[in-house]
């Protein structure tokens, strides 16, 4: 015979109904039964059906979650890491839907409103725009932004790196080892033109203006040869760059192995920046900008259940500051 919700409330102390709120209206039971309540359940292997906690909250409880980024990589990991560990705890699941194409954003937005199976939205780093906003009003679902540029108009909530600090950090660390000659590596998407990597980009580049530098920015395409290719642009330049900055670490780790493979050693021959902190930045002593996407996101997380339970939230939009970490893969100019 299998546990039932009576055995869970004798061995917890408490009553059915208890029990029952702890897993349909925990803001109704107190932080340390419904700790208590949840660990029972877990050790007895007991949980009350989906269906029936949605029927009696009224909730889908379920959480859209929209990218514009591979899953796999760091950032995108990592977000899905911070988020599921506050709405998994709390009775929630995470949908993901990777938005790659103009037509899968469309798609998304027309039917989001039809199906109402979200009780929020969480977008990471690309903005939606005031038609998109305006069905999720329909909806009646908060949004919550993470890293999305100007995150004031349409969002109820965000959390931003501040990429403006970060990248003026980068670009007046090269400048100050005496780099002239750099160039900026990035990527180009169609699925949206304001995201957070594109601020990144544009702080840099307002950096060198003011710094009479003319920046070289080499813009390369997702897809598998995309550091092959931006290695070809470089070595085809009349005059090498003596530093590169990368959008990001995924693209300078790569970048600085394939660099190697032609004889160009770092940053004996070329200095190198990249943005993140991510996997393996620290083991190849890759000098970047530390932004912890897992915080971010159980931030964010936790202003969407505020959001849910009772339309705001404290600190509603919070930006987190950048850390510039200075490592072996940046020299002076030698000469």
Known sequence: MGINIKDVANKAGVSVSTVSRAFTRPELVSKATRAKVLAIAEELNFSISRSAMVLKSGRALRVALLMSDHIRLWFSASIIEGLNQVFHANGYDLSIFQISSIEERREFFDMLPIRRNADAVIVASFDIDTDEISQLVTVGVPIVGINCV?????FNAAVNIDDDQGSKLLARHLIGL??????YVRTDRAVTLHFSVQQRYESFAQVCEQSGIDLTTIVIADGDDRISRAT???????RMPTAIACQEDGIAIPLMFQLARTGLRVPFDVSMVGYDDSFYANEIG????????????????????????TGKTAKPFEVFPAQLLVRSSTTEVKG
Do not use: C, F
Not at 178 to 183: S, V
């Open 150 to 154: 100007m995150p004031n108009t349409g």
């Open 178 to 183: 005496g780099h002239r000659r750099i160039a």
């Open 232 to 238: 070809t642009e470089l070595l085809s330049m009349d």
């Open 286 to 309: 890759l000098t970047t900008v530390r932004q912890d996407p897992i915080a971010m996101a159980t931030s964010a997380a936790l202003k969407a259940l505020d959001l849910i339970e």
